[in-house]
Every structure is written in structure tokens, then in C-alpha cells.
Antibody, heavy 116, light 107 residues
Framework: EVQLVESGGGLVQPGGSLRLSCAASGFTFSSYAMAWVRQAPGKGLQWVSSISRSGGGPYYADSVKGRFTISRDNSKNTVYLQMKSLRAEDTALYYC?????????WGQGALVTVSS | EIVMTQSPATLSVSPGERATLSCRASQSVSSNLAWYQQSPGQAPSLLIHAASTRATGTPARFSGSGSGTEFTLTISSLQSEDFAVYYCQQYNNWPTTFGQGTKVEIK
């Protein structure tokens, strides 16, 4: 059974930093691209970042470029999202996603709240 | 960036009836189009990819059609568990983009 389990969410002040982790199991992690997709409260879905199976790419939405960094550790079956210079508009539920271009598996999400 | 526009925003349907949801792309995305269902408090789940290919576990009452810029998701006979929000996503061009969603509610 494929499982994606996010951790690291929380409350952070504007300008602060946070690192999300996603532990994957149930599939050959190193064979697949991974992504982060976010959903602001009551809003739709926004693709944030993707990383290839070997760590190449990566790709970022314009709204987070220069502030967020995606990385992965294939030995730990884990993908990360380092977030810096956080803004109120980054407040969202961040989903870890198995990336085939489309998402075939989603985590349950990590809530990030940016507020003073 | 390709803009995905879904219509209607809300669809009121009685159980057992047919529902038709539309998704339009601002430029051609070929058949690189996926549909997701999101129930309240849940993560999205994949229903269809490649415009018309049902994902593993997607009931046969869900069907997708279209190519280029016009796409449709049809639910042939709505069940109680189908009342949810549905999103389309194009993955033909980076950045991949989602529609704003269609909420299917009980009439």
C-alpha cells in the first residue's frame, strides 16, 4: 500500500522558515518524481514544486521561486520542502504527491500557518 | 501559464441523476488532462488521467472525454459518496495548473 506521510507543519511568523518532510512507503521511491501541492483554506489546488527521481529539475511555481527548495533523500525514501521568507499567502495545507505529471497518490497534508 | 476554467462552479444534482462537468484550457493540452475528486476534509484522489483513462479503483460510472482545449467529466448516476468537489489539471505544460473546481451538491 502506497503511503505518503507529511510532517513539519506548524505556525510560523511572517519572514520565518519551516521544513516539511514526506516519508514514502509502498513503492520504489527512487523510481518516481515527487511533488508538493498546496491548498489555501477554502481554496483550490496549486502545484508548488517538483523534483525528478534522481533529484534533477527541480521545478517551482513562480510564487515560491527563490524562497522554497525541494530536495529528496532516496536512501531515506523522503522528500523535503524547505520554506524561507514565509508570507501570509503561503498559509495552506501542503500535500506531498507522487508525481506522474498528474498525481496518483497524495498524502494527508501538513498545515502551514503564517501569522504574527 | 495555461489557465484551466471549470464550469459550473456549483452543480446541484439529485441522487441517481447524471452530472456533466466541464473543463476548458486556455490553449491546447492534448490529452494530458486529469480529474480529481476531493471530499470534505480529505486529500484529493485521482479519478481519471490522459483525459479518459480511469485510475485504478475509479467506478465505471465516471467517464472522461475530450482533447485539446475542451474536456468533460460525466458521472452517469450520482451516488451519495460522489457529492464532492472535482478538479481538472493539465500536465502538458509547466507549470502544471488546476481548475478552480466544481462542487457537486445534493439537490
Amino acid at each position: 500500500e502506497v503511503q505518503l506521510v507529511e510532517s513539519g507543519g506548524g505556525l510560523v511568523q511572517p519572514g520565518g522558515s519551516l521544513r516539511l518532510s514526506c516519508a514514502a512507503s509502498g513503492f520504489t521511491f527512487s523510481s518516481y518524481a515527487m511533488a508538493w501541492v498546496r491548498q489555501a483554506p477554502g481554496k483550490g489546488l496549486q502545484w508548488v514544486s517538483s523534483i525528478s527521481r534522481s533529484g534533477g529539475g527541480p521545478y517551482y511555481a513562480d510564487s515560491v521561486k527563490g524562497r522554497f527548495t525541494i530536495s529528496r533523500d532516496n536512501s531515506k525514501n523522503t522528500v523535503y520542502l524547505q520554506m524561507k521568507s514565509l508570507r501570509a499567502e503561503d498559509t495552506a495545507l501542503y500535500y506531498c504527491a507522487k508525481d506522474l505529471g498528474f498525481v496518483d497518490y497524495w498524502g494527508q497534508g501538513a498545515l502551514v500557518t503564517v501569522s504574527s | 501559464e495555461i489557465v484551466m476554467t471549470q464550469s459550473p462552479a456549483t452543480l446541484s444534482v439529485s441522487p441517481g441523476e447524471r452530472a456533466t462537468l466541464s473543463c476548458r484550457a486556455s490553449q491546447s493540452v492534448s490529452s494530458n488532462l486529469a480529474w480529481y475528486q476531493q471530499s470534505p476534509g480529505q486529500a484529493p484522489s485521482l479519478l481519471i488521467h490522459a483525459a479518459s483513462t480511469r485510475a485504478t479503483g475509479t467506478p465505471a460510472r465516471f467517464s472522461g472525454s475530450g482533447s485539446g482545449t475542451e474536456f468533460t467529466l460525466t458521472i452517469s448516476s450520482l451516488q451519495s459518496e460522489d457529492f464532492a468537489v472535482y478538479y481538472c489539471q493539465q500536465y502538458n505544460n509547466w507549470p502544471t495548473t488546476f481548475g478552480q473546481g466544481t462542487k457537486v451538491e445534493i439537490k
